[in-house]
């Protein structure tokens, strides 16, 4: 699952100061910390690894989770069983979308709408245009309603699935729809809202909790087949069905400067931890006790961290403390618009 983030578009939250991949521009997303110095971490005494300094720079890169720590947070359509009874047409419309994605895509439609400050409905069009997904062969009709949550990604995908099921003969339209405690009752329902984009680990840890209580063992995982079937068997359970998983991902990642990357020849998470120690991490306050910030970073990864900063959750806190060369290592989201492409 991934940290909380505050579901707010760029212009509302940073303003002018907004960060472009390669010209120093932000995005906002995540719940502010206390700013600061914070304990947690190994020290590096008698550790063989050079202490590696911060390097400051405009561009920021995500290093690969190349050993899985994160669940699985793939972008997948979450439907209304009920209203698609009878309807061969609509969740194939929608996986049609799902192969078009991908993470570095996802990037690329935030930073139009977040940094560029351009409309969701115009980046989303111009997308299904681009992809070829506006003569879909499938045909449908009847009424659509897509729901999003509150923040720009969301409304780009629903308004992404909206123009393809327009394009197919539906009559589709988005609505926005607050956060999950208040959307997916509504998709659950079916009579407000039929269809919306969801996240596969962050929605199977909803459902199980809501379904098998606040201590529940977890279903979500770092395995995308496993993670959807357990999704699947839940979505049952609560009158959902869901289309194919994207391969566009947002979920928990650490990022550093591409200067510091390009400096020290990183590009996973288990290099940074070969070639560096006496690291400087950046994240939300509880990053030092959660299994998939801190903890799991020195346990699976067996990094080392000289010191913790409380920031934000991949928020411009973070983001800016990276920049600036004020920490090493930060937690992001992988799919900021600030983030320069891996391909």
Same mark, same amino acid.
């Given at each position: 699952?991934?940290?909380?983030?505050?579901?707010?578009?760029?212009?509302?939250?940073?303003?002018?100061?907004?960060?472009?991949?390669?010209?120093?521009?932000?995005?906002?997303?995540? /719940?502010?910390?206390? &700013?600061?110095? $914070?304990?947690?971490?190994? @020290?590096?005494? =008698? !550790?063989?690894?050079?202490?590696?300094? *911060?390097?400051?720079?405009?561009?920021?890169?995500?290093?690969?989770?190349?050993?899985?720590?994160?669940?699985?947070?793939?972008?997948?359509?979450?439907?209304?069983?009920?209203?698609?009874?009878?309807?061969?047409?609509?969740?194939?419309?929608?996986?049609?979308?799902?192969?078009?994605?991908?993470?570095?895509?996802?990037?690329?439609?935030?930073?139009?709408?977040?940094?560029?400050?351009?409309?969701?409905?115009?980046?989303? /069009?111009?997308?299904? &245009?681009?992809? $070829?997904?506006?003569?879909? @062969?499938?045909? =449908? !009709?009847?009424?659509?309603?897509?729901? *999003?949550?509150?923040?720009?990604?969301?409304?780009?995908?629903?308004?992404?699935?909206?123009?393809?099921?327009?394009?197919?003969?539906?009559?589709?339209?988005?609505?926005?729809?607050?956060?999950?405690?208040?959307?997916?009752?509504?998709?659950?329902?079916?009579?407000?809202?039929?269809?919306?984009?969801?996240?596969?680990?962050?929605?199977?840890?909803?459902?199980?909790?809501?379904?098998?209580?606040?201590?529940?063992?977890?279903?979500?995982?770092?395995?995308?087949?496993?993670?959807?079937?357990?999704?699947?068997?839940?979505?049952?359970?609560?009158?959902?069905?869901?289309?194919?998983?994207?391969?566009?991902?947002?979920?928990?990642?650490?990022?550093?400067?591409?200067?510091?990357?390009?400096?020290?020849?990183?590009?996973?998470?288990?290099?940074?931890?070969?070639?560096?120690?006496?690291?400087?991490?950046?994240?939300?306050?509880?990053?030092?006790?959660?299994?998939?910030?801190?903890?799991?970073?020195?346990?699976?990864?067996?990094?080392?961290?000289?010191?913790?900063?409380?920031?934000?959750?991949?928020?411009?806190?973070?983001?800016?403390?990276?920049?600036?060369?004020?920490?090493?290592?930060?937690?992001?989201?992988?799919?900021?618009?600030?983030?320069?492409?891996?391909?």
């Amino acid at each position: 699952m991934k940290f909380p983030r505050t579901h707010v578009s760029l212009p509302r939250a940073l303003g002018a100061a907004a960060a472009v991949v390669s010209l120093a521009f932000l995005t906002a997303c995540g /719940e502010p910390g206390s &700013a600061g110095g $914070g304990g947690g971490g190994s @020290e590096t005494g =008698g !550790s063989s690894l050079a202490a590696c300094e *911060a390097v400051p720079g405009d561009e920021l890169v995500v290093l690969e989770d190349d050993k899985q720590l994160q669940t699985v947070d793939n972008i997948i359509p979450a439907v209304n069983a009920a209203a698609v009874e009878g309807d061969d047409t609509l969740i194939p419309l929608l996986d049609t979308v799902s192969a078009a994605l991908d993470t570095d895509t996802l990037i690329g439609l935030n930073k139009a709408v977040d940094v560029d400050r351009r409309t969701s409905k115009e980046v989303a /069009e111009e997308f299904v &245009a681009d992809a $070829g997904l506006d003569d879909p @062969e499938q045909s =449908g !009709s009847g009424k659509v309603v897509v729901g *999003a949550a509150d923040f720009a990604e969301s409304a780009t995908l629903g308004t992404i699935y909206a123009t393809v099921l327009n394009a197919a003969g539906y009559d589709a339209e988005v609505t926005t729809i607050g956060n999950r405690e208040a959307y997916l009752p509504a998709l659950e329902d079916g009579k407000q809202v039929q269809v919306i984009p969801e996240y596969v680990g962050t929605l199977t840890e909803f459902i199980n909790k809501d379904v098998n209580g606040a201590d529940a063992e977890p279903v979500a995982s770092s395995d995308l087949d496993a993670t959807v079937e357990g999704l699947t068997g839940l979505g049952e359970e609560v009158g959902l069905v869901f289309g194919q998983p994207s391969p566009a991902q947002d979920q928990n990642a650490f990022a550093v400067t591409k200067a510091f990357a390009d400096e020290h020849g990183l590009t996973t998470l288990s290099s940074l931890a070969e070639a560096c120690g006496g690291l400087v991490l950046g994240g939300p306050p509880e990053c030092t006790e959660r299994p998939f910030c801190q903890p799991g970073l020195e346990e699976t990864y067996g990094l080392e961290f000289a010191e913790f900063r409380s920031l934000d959750a991949g928020g411009p806190l973070t983001k800016s403390a990276l920049q600036q060369g004020e920490v090493t290592l930060g937690l992001v989201f992988s799919s900021d618009g600030s983030l320069t492409p891996t391909s």
